[in-house]
């Protein structure tokens, strides 16, 4: 058994990272300014978008969006059921619908025939989710939204680093990054909203500080002018200097950390194929680059004599860090006591409910490590075989 404690997740963080934080700790302005501007540049030509508005958390920039995107009362949004809470919740926090529909089992990827389906007189807008670092289909997914003129707001929580036949996920009408410390670049926590829009990236700006025509650095540096009004509805979801600088730094080292973790999952995918009833999620079947931002894998139970749960149990006592991406959004009481999707309605996101958990990935992991998880996986999985 392993020595130390293994993380599911470790961020990489280096001396230029501390040098430039400690800069801008000294520079006398730690609050949103200059180096939120230059990031939100960097970001934005990072993923080929016309404009990237930074915020405090993907949370807040999926709540922005979707008051951007003018989602209201009474609205469907459709979504993926194979997300993290913020998706379903700020749909919920907008008074809107979420309409849950089903994945493709191989990849968890929501499957854009079933979101065809889905469509009715009141759906406003279509939030993919990106799921684990693979993209979505968008080509159907777009030219359904274009057909019903609905909004695309994609959750590209997981998705920095990605592309879609070619190009990376960014742009469009919106797409939602997270920088939390488990994903590619983290600014501690912090969150990104890219869009092609010019009205709606002014929109974003206004509405992540308060609503008012003025921020901080507007209002209090030198050619600024410190009056302000408040013209509309806004929240206090902008991002920090200090933040900025650490993402500066990490949004440079972004190929770095995905080739690292494309080598790191090729390691795992050898060591995995020798384990009976564990398998990988499958890619997907168009032109694509996983991030890797999460290693997925799924247990066959019938071949496995105990739980997904206990299995995750004995990883933890054999020192191995687990986490669980995800439980279905609509098998949470919220989503089940509020707006009832039978699990047999979604059969494949129920029945992945089960059986994932996500091993440890971070650019960090040496092959021994790796090992480490493997060895403790075909342990597990040897001693309770049926
Ligand atoms: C799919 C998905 N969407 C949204 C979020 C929210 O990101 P944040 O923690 O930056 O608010 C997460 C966080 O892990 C996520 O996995």
Same mark, same amino acid.
């Given at each position: 058994m392993r020595a130390e404690f293994l993380p599911l997740s470790r961020p990489s963080i280096g001396d230029a990272e501390i040098a430039a934080v400690t800069a801008c700790l000294r520079s006398g302005w730690i609050t949103s300014g200059p180096r939120v501007g230059e990031f939100e540049r960097a970001f934005a030509e990072a993923v080929g978008a016309a404009h990237a508005v930074a915020v405090t958390s993907a949370t807040a920039g999926l709540h922005l969006a979707f008051l951007t995107a003018g989602i209201g009362l009474g609205d469907e949004v459709i979504t993926s059921p194979?997300?993290?809470?913020s998706t379903g919740n700020m749909i919920l926090a907008v008074g809107a619908h979420p309409v849950f529909v089903d994945v493709?089992?191989?990849?968890l990827n929501i499957d854009p025939d079933a979101v065809a389906g889905a469509v009715t007189r009141w759906t406003r807008a279509i939030v993919p989710v990106h799921f684990a670092g693979q993209p979505v289909d968008l080509d159907p997914l777009r030219a359904i939204a274009e057909r019903h003129h609905l909004a695309l707001i994609e959750?590209?929580?997981?998705?920095?680093?990605t592309t879609y036949r070619g190009r990376p996920v960014g742009g469009g009408t919106a797409a939602v990054f997270s920088f939390h410390p488990? +994903? @590619?670049?983290?600014?501690g926590e912090g969150g990104m909203v890219t869009t092609d829009d010019d009205g709606f990236a002014e929109r974003l700006r206004l509405l992540r500080?308060?609503?008012?025509?003025?921020?901080a650095w507007n209002r209090y540096?030198?050619?600024?002018?410190p009056d302000y009004e408040v013209v509309a509805l806004g929240f206090k979801y902008n991002m920090t200097d200090l933040q900025a600088a650490l993402g500066l730094t990490q949004l440079a080292r972004l190929e770095e950390f995905i080739e690292a973790r494309t080598r790191i999952a090729s390691w795992y995918a050898e060591a995995l194929r020798?384990?009976?009833g564990v398998e990988m999620l499958e890619p997907v079947r168009y032109p694509a680059r996983h991030a890797w931002h999460l290693l997925v894998v799924r247990l066959q139970l019938e071949v496995i004599g105990i739980g997904r749960d206990a299995v995750m149990e004995e990883l933890l006592a054999a020192n191995i860090g687990v986490g669980l991406h995800? +439980? @279905?959004?609509?098998?949470h009481r919220l989503y089940r006591e509020e707006f009832y999707f039978p699990p047999a309605a979604l059969p494949h996101a129920t029945q992945a409910s089960e059986r994932i958990l996500s091993l440890p990935l971070f650019p960090g992991m040496t092959r021994e490590d790796v090992g480490d998880v493997t060895n403790a996986l075909n342990d597990i999985v040897r001693r309770h075989a049926t």
């Open positions: 194979m997300t993290w809470a493709d089992p191989g990849t959750d590209a929580a997981h998705a920095l680093g488990i +994903k @590619a670049i983290t600014t500080f308060h609503g008012i025509t003025r921020d540096g030198r050619r600024g002018s020798g384990i009976p995800f +439980k @279905a959004l609509h098998l």
